[in-house]
């Protein structure tokens, strides 16, 4: 079993920077690949960002189109921890962003996660 709590999100400027984090509980975090989701109002919930671990080092990192240049994904599997360095925000980027784990990179990427995050809101105003 996997508990997953985001922090980090918050109201900032269209081009601000903004730092999301999410701490995973239990002693199997290195396992999963982990990722970033978000769902803005109105819309279906779109994959973000992936990232997994080889056992040691980070083997496979992977962003959907609308942030890749922008977002950065990372882990510290010593602190149990995932990131999401948001850079240049945009309006658009505004959204609940959901922290989410699962076996593999490709099954995260396809949104078939095994545990969420309840969720923080990011909101870029302009």
Known sequence: QV???????GLVQAGDSLR?????????FARYAMGW???APGKE?????AITW???STSYVNYADSVRGRFTI??????NTVYLQMNSLKLEDTAVYYCAAATTGTRLRSGLVDYWGQGTQVTVSS
């Open 74 to 79: 990372s882990r510290d599997n010593a602190k």
């Open 54 to 56: 080889s056992g040691t």
């Open 20 to 28: 999301l984090a999410c701490a995973a509980s239990g002693r199997t």
């Open 3 to 9: 508990q997953l709590v985001e922090s980090g999100g």
């Open 37 to 39: 989701f978000r769902q």
């Open 45 to 49: 919930r779109e994959f973000v960002a």
